[in-house]
């Protein structure tokens, strides 16, 4: 595609509830990364997949947090049993190879999460 | 341990530069990168300094000194359209993030 897409871009559920977001990375890009952002602040990195393999899944808060990618494309973020703290804006950004800084990341519009 | 510091407000008004510092610090270190986000919108890329010295791109130039762990980007010519925030970042392979820097112009 053009671009990084994201979806739901809004997404209201109530606290204990699972929740799926996903992301369509640009066509060809090896890379997809996963960050969450709170209002106001800077990026906090959750996961990073390289092709279907996550070499990095430092970055998830806790065992209710997940994501997978599937065929090298489409990846998706599910967070179990949601939690008000949960609530922020979710990222999805993907690269051609991988090389962190030294490439651009092209990022999605982001899914914002509200957990009443 | 690994972070990025930098100013978390910067006022300037239009038509002048503006300097926004980061420093780092981290245990390993593949170069500095830049974003630009608007309130609201999804962080956009602006420059990358693997080396040190000066990179310019149009209105806005990065610069890089490893050995003081120390960047910043410089925006001349300030317009209004350039209001948004301004994120540093390193990595190996993901980018960690500085928290931010808001930028004020005012006309």
């Known amino acids: 595609g053009a671009g990084v897409s994201q979806s739901p871009s809004n997404k209201v559920t109530e606290k204990g509830k699972d929740v799926e977001l996903r992301c369509d990375p640009i066509?060809?890009?090896?890379?997809l990364y996963w960050y969450r952002q709170s209002l106001g602040q800077g990026l906090e990195f959750l996961i990073y997949?390289?092709?279907?393999?996550?070499?990095?899944k430092s970055g998830l808060p806790s065992d209710r947090f997940s994501a997978e990618r599937t065929g090298g494309s489409v990846s998706t973020l599910t967070i179990q049993r949601t939690q008000q703290e949960d609530s922020a804006v979710y990222l999805c950004?993907?690269?051609?190879?991988?090389?962190?800084?030294?490439?651009?990341?092209?990022f999605g519009p982001g899914t914002r999460l509200l957990v009443l | 341990g690994q972070s990025l510091e930098q100013p978390s407000e910067v006022t300037a008004v239009e038509g002048a530069i503006v300097q926004i510092n980061c420093t780092y610090q981290?245990?390993?270190?593949?170069?500095l990168s830049w974003y630009q986000q608007h309130d609201g919108g999804a962080p956009t890329f602006l420059s990358y300094n693997a080396l040190d010295g000066l990179e310019e791109t149009g209105r806005f130039s990065s610069f890089l000194s490893r050995s003081d762990s120390y960047g910043y980007l410089l925006l001349q010519e300030l317009q209004m359209k350039d209001s948004a925030s301004y994120f540093c970042a390193y990595s190996n392979y993901q980018l960690i993030w500085g928290a931010g820097t808001k930028l004020i112009i005012k006309p």
């Open positions: 997949f390289q092709g279907n393999s996550a070499p990095d």
């Open positions: 950004a993907s690269s051609l190879r991988g090389g962190g800084a030294r490439e651009t990341q092209y």
């Open positions: 981290t245990s390993g270190f593949y170069g």
């Open positions: 066509s060809g890009h090896t890379a």
